[in-house]
């Protein structure tokens, strides 16, 4: 009886277009001049997101569909005040702030929680994306995923148009199914509005997918037929490594294989031999002035699809699963963390039905005894139900096993975690909430070998408020997932107030209060983080706040916060310091902006200052210019303990056309005495076809600078469907 109440109340959207079926071809221009486009039903009446919710879109926006035998075809017409678009980049998957542009988000499953996005821009660049967790938060957006669909932009006199040809093979749905739930967001830039097509509180994230309107198909899309296809790939490069007693050229050579099998229209295995991932982008580096390691995101294309069914459980930093462990290991020769061959990967995940998801994968590593490495094997299993309207209850269990001889003493034999997670989401976003508990089983180990939590947030336009209580056990280990810490307990309290005055100039101010205490099972406190704070946001998407903060520490082991000779932090000493943040944010949309975050104040017993942020330069379509930087100053009690880290890292984007870009990265980081180089050349010649050039380059910058190890890679992707 409860679930039909949840599923009425699900049901209420109260919008729908109608999707027509059509035989005929489509030219693809972005011209909506085809016989198809007139006949269709529109989806208009787009209401504001930015700078109000309240009011309905001040410029017309008009969605069409129509389905053929192989494809989802998508029609956009997008009324504006003139041709003066802001279009940063050519580049394939741009970010929407800062752009013109209309994405479109389809739930093929109508579960609330998943969605696939396909995005356009005035000047035709395509981006297309996943969204996971229902998309209440920006954990669960990514625009990594890349598959093959095509879409084409034409502009008109105060209107441009686009049409987007999407394949079935792209898609995961249920076969025969009669509607899928959708909507749509507008970024018009000249106009400074973002508009919706189904209404969207602005407490609240665009991509949301709780405020979702109907497809309802004339036809209903039926099976794929054959969905096949093998990506296969070449690479060369040469390598040199330049130590005191080495300086050798290495030349390789290698080939691989990805395939794409569809078992169903909803899942799907991945197959991927000897996998090469030289083409992905390095990670932006950051100065770490904790005691803990730090996360970056996953970027290698095989574990992105589907990432949110395996990655999902827990938070970031109690996590059974995090894939990016999967090819990296420590050289324990040099001490410090590389990348490391992966055999193989194989993956079945996707959708059973419109309420079960599975996931299977392995992976296999090579060893380099040498360094101290040995092989892995990597298992994990999951499947997940969707209960109520929008909430979730699952299952994972993972597996890593070393399947050559211990190369090193800190490796773990083998290890297992086994847990499950309830996530709750209330129909309309207001209530919030996830409880989890997971045991790892590790040979030699203690009754410790656990980790739960327990989080609830209720928010509104006016209010959000959030409390949180975790635990993660002296035995627990992750070996495949990601736990900084343990043997802890830790509470967090958040709580959130916004106004939003009725200013020309002003759009929203928030006052935020958080509280984060942690402590020892026995009571003692180890840690806490508080803080307060206020922000202001400007019509013209500028914003200025501060925020003032209340940090204690009690250290479990020694510590060095700015490395180099100075002293040692002892541990069980305690520091009890205060500092404060300030942050500064220019219109995004004019050719210079920037972001501008300096930080004063006490630091352990000692003192800090410093600024983070970056400058933008936008050269519109072709050449974007950007500047990430952090410069803090550190000075600690005794003749070693005066240290300024700095970290800047200039990148250059060169478009040169929608299908050719050329990109370069360079970090220079004193807190590791590193200058990186990364330049990558990628041709599109054909849909998700590639060939890159990368050239990457480390110099160590402790006395001279010496270049450490060099590497140029030519790599060539095709994929083909059979």
């Known amino acids: 009886m409860i679930f039909s109440w949840w599923s009425s109340i699900w049901a209420q959207s109260g919008k729908s277009v109608l999707v027509k079926h059509s035989d005929q071809s489509t030219v693809l221009d972005g011209k909506l001049d085809e016989a198809h486009w007139i006949e269709a039903q529109s989806a208009e009446g787009f209401h504001q997101y930015f700078p109000s919710d309240t009011a309905d879109a001040q410029y017309d926006t008009r969605v069409y569909f129509v389905t053929t035998e192989k494809a989802l075809l998508v029609g956009i017409h997008c009324v504006s005040s003139g041709d003066d678009y802001i279009v940063p980049t050519l580049r394939r998957d741009y970010r929407a702030g800062g752009n013109d542009n209309l994405t479109i988000?389809?739930?093929?499953?109508?579960?609330?929680?998943?969605?696939?996005?396909?995005?356009?821009?005035?000047?035709?660049?395509?981006?297309?994306?996943?969204?996971?967790?229902?998309?209440?938060?920006?954990?669960?957006?990514?625009?990594?995923?890349?598959?093959k669909w095509s879409g084409e932009s034409y502009i008109g006199e105060n209107y441009w148009s686009a049409e987007l040809v999407i394949p079935w093979t792209t898609l995961r749905y249920a076969e025969g199914s009669d509607r899928w739930r959708w909507n749509a967001y507008r970024f018009d830039m000249a106009g400074n509005e973002r508009t919706t097509w189904i209404r969207i509180p602005r407490d609240q994230w665009i991509f949301n997918l709780a405020f979702m309107g109907d497809m309802v198909f004339e036809r209903p899309p039926q099976g794929a037929g054959s969905n096949i296809s093998l990506i296969p790939y070449v690479n060369a490069s040469a390598a040199q490594l330049s130590l005191p007693d080495v300086?050798?050229?290495?030349?390789?050579?290698?080939?691989?294989?990805?395939?794409?099998?569809?078992?169903?229209?909803?899942l799907n295995l991945d197959v991927s031999i000897n996998p090469d991932f030289s083409q992905v982008e390095v990670d932006q580096q950051v100065t770490n002035l904790s005691r803990f390691e730090l996360f970056f995101p996953?970027?290698?294309?095989?574990?992105?699809?589907?990432?949110?069914?395996?990655g999902s459980f827990g938070r970031r930093d109690i996590n059974p699963f995090f894939s990016r462990r999967i090819?990296?290991?420590?050289?324990?020769?040099?001490?410090?963390?590389?990348?490391?061959?992966?055999?193989?990967?194989?993956?079945?995940?996707?959708?059973?039905?419109?309420?079960?998801?599975?996931?299977?994968?392995?992976?296999?590593?090579?060893?380099?005894?040498?360094?101290?490495?040995?092989?892995?094997?990597?298992?994990?299993?999951?499947?997940?139900?969707?209960?109520?309207?929008?909430?979730?209850?699952?299952?994972?269990?993972?597996?890593?096993?070393?399947?050559?001889?211990?190369?090193?003493?800190?490796?773990l034999e083998r290890n297992?975690?086994?847990?499950?997670?309830?996530?709750?989401?209330?129909?309309?976003?207001?209530?919030?909430?996830?409880?989890?508990?997971?045991?790892?089983?590790?040979?030699?180990?203690?009754?410790?070998e656990f980790a739960h939590a327990l989080?609830?947030?209720?928010?509104?336009?006016?209010?959000?408020?959030?409390?949180?209580?975790?635990?993660?056990?002296?035995?627990?280990?992750?070996?495949?997932?990601?736990?900084?810490?343990?043997?802890?307990?830790?509470?967090?309290?958040?709580?959130?107030?916004?106004?939003?005055?009725t200013s020309d100039k002003t759009n929203r101010v928030q006052l935020?209060?958080?509280?984060?205490?942690?402590?020892?099972?026995?009571?003692?406190?180890?840690?806490?983080?508080y803080s307060v704070g206020v922000e202001q946001e400007f019509v013209n998407n500028g914003s200025i706040g501060i925020q003032f903060f209340d940090e204690f520490v009690r250290l479990r082991s020694d510590f060095n916060p700015i490395g180099d000779e100075a002293e040692d932090l002892q541990a069980g000493e305690a520091f009890n310091f205060r500092y404060v943040r300030m942050f500064f944010q220019t219109d995004p949309r004019k050719i210079f902006s920037f972001r501008f975050n300096p930080i004063?104040?006490?630091?352990?017993?000692?003192?800090?200052?410093?600024?983070?942020?970056?400058?933008?330069?936008?050269?519109?379509?072709?050449?974007?210019?950007?500047?990430?930087?952090?410069?803090?100053?550190?000075s600690l009690p005794g003749e070693l303990g005066e240290r300024t880290l700095v970290l800047v890292g200039p990148r250059i984007d060169v478009t040169l056309r929608k299908d050719l870009f050329i990109t370069g990265f360079f970090q220079y980081n004193n807190q590791i005495e590193n200058f990186n180089v990364n330049t990558r050349l990628q041709w599109r010649f054909a849909p998700v076809s590639d060939l890159f050039i990368v050239y990457t380059n480390n110099y160590s910058t402790l006395d001279t600078w010496q270049a450490t190890d060099r590497n140029l890679t030519v790599k060539l992707s095709y994929w083909l469907n059979l």
């Open 298 to 310: 996953e970027r290698r294309q095989f574990f992105l699809e589907n990432s949110d069914l395996f």
């Open 512 to 529: 935020f209060l958080n509280g984060s205490y942690f402590y020892e099972p026995g009571g003692t406190r180890t840690d806490h983080l």
């Open 105 to 147: 988000m389809i739930d093929s499953y109508n579960d609330g929680n998943n969605a696939f996005m396909f995005g356009v821009n005035p000047y035709g660049v395509i981006r297309e994306g996943l969204i996971s967790g229902g998309g209440s938060s920006l954990a669960g957006f990514s625009t990594a995923w890349d598959n």
């Open 455 to 501: 989080r609830l947030r209720y928010s509104t336009l006016l209010y959000q408020i959030e409390v949180e209580q975790s635990r993660v056990g002296e035995d627990f280990e992750a070996a495949m997932g990601f736990v900084p810490r343990k043997d802890l307990q830790r509470l967090d309290l958040g709580a959130v107030r916004a106004w939003y005055p």
């Open 600 to 634: 004063l104040g006490q630091f352990f017993n000692g003192n800090r200052y410093g600024v983070t942020g970056r400058a933008q330069l936008r050269l519109q379509p072709k050449v974007g210019v950007g500047v990430n930087y952090s410069v803090n100053h550190i």
């Open 416 to 448: 297992t975690v086994a847990g499950m997670q309830f996530v709750y989401q209330s129909v309309d976003n207001r209530w919030n909430g996830t409880a989890y508990a997971f045991k790892s089983f590790t040979p030699d180990a203690d009754n410790k």
């Open 247 to 266: 300086s050798d050229v290495e030349v390789n050579a290698a080939a691989g294989i990805d395939a794409k099998i569809g078992i169903t229209s909803g």
């Open 327 to 411: 090819g990296i290991a420590t050289d324990t020769v040099r001490d410090q963390t590389i990348q490391t061959p992966v055999q193989y990967g194989i993956r079945l995940s996707g959708k059973l039905d419109e309420d079960w998801r599975v996931g299977l994968l392995n992976a296999q590593t090579k060893s380099s005894p040498e360094l101290g490495i040995s092989s892995t094997n990597y298992s994990v299993a999951t499947v997940q139900r969707k209960v109520l309207a929008r909430s979730l209850v699952s299952a994972i269990v993972t597996h890593q096993q070393l399947t050559s001889d211990k190369a090193s003493d800190d490796l």
